[in-house]
Each structure stands twice: as C-alpha cells, then as structure tokens.
C-alpha cells in the first residue's frame, strides 16, 4: 500500500504561484506514473495531469493549460506541480497517485488517497 505525503499548499493571491510535492517515504516511485488530482468544495475530484516514468507529461487539464507544469526528480523521489497564475477557481485540495505501471494510459490508479495540500486562491 502507497499513501502519498502532499506539501507546498497555502493561501496565495490570485495571479500568485506555488509548488507542490508529493512522495511517498520510503517507496520508491521511479518506475510509475503519477498523477496529480484536485478536488474542490463541493466537486467531485478532477485529475489535473499526469506524468509517465520517462518524466513526459501527458496533458493537462484544460483549465490550467499554459499555467500549470508537473515535473519528478527521481534523485528526490518526488513529483512536483508548479502552478502559476492562480485562479480562485484552482481553489481546492491537491493530491497525488500512481498508476500501476509506467504509463498515464490503461491501468489503474492505485493505492490510498493521502491528506493532501489545501490550495486556496483569494485576494
């Protein structure tokens, strides 16, 4: 079982930035593909993008398009989303998760969901 460790959450005016981290102590995330969702008050949970093992994204959600980035340093074991041009409407909570394998294709997010790291954007 795989529960991630979300960070870099906070209170950001709109137009500011920040960086999100997710890992997972002590497991190595390497070989998979990892996913960052979001879910906002009231919404259901929407993914965000996601990141294949060779570091390629695989698209973005449309709505942060050209404002959003995910990136992995494999020597940290982490997997990052930086965000910029907020938007009140990126308000919510942020969370990571594998897929089985190496790719965003097929396959199954799997493992728990963690805490995650609270994103609200207001002036």
């Known amino acids: 079982q795989t529960q991630f460790v979300e960070s870099g959450g906070g209170l950001v005016q709109p137009g500011g930035s920040l960086r999100l981290s997710c890992s997972v102590p002590g497991f190595n995330l390497d070989v998979y593909a990892i996913g960052w969702f979001r879910q906002a008050p009231g919404r259901e949970r929407e993914m965000v993008s996601c990141?294949?093992?060779?570091?390629?994204?695989?698209g973005y959600l449309n709505s942060v398009k050209g404002r959003f980035t995910i990136s992995r340093d494999k020597s940290k074991n982490t997997v990052f989303l930086d965000m910029n041009s907020l938007k009140s409407e990126d308000t919510g909570t942020y969370y990571c998760?594998?897929?089985?394998?190496?790719?965003?294709?097929?396959?199954?997010?799997?493992?728990?969901w963690g805490q995650g790291t609270q994103v609200t954007v207001s002036p």
């Open positions: 998760r594998r897929k089985s394998g190496s790719s965003c294709r097929g396959g199954l997010y799997v493992g728990s």
């Open positions: 990141i294949k093992r060779d570091g390629i994204n695989d």
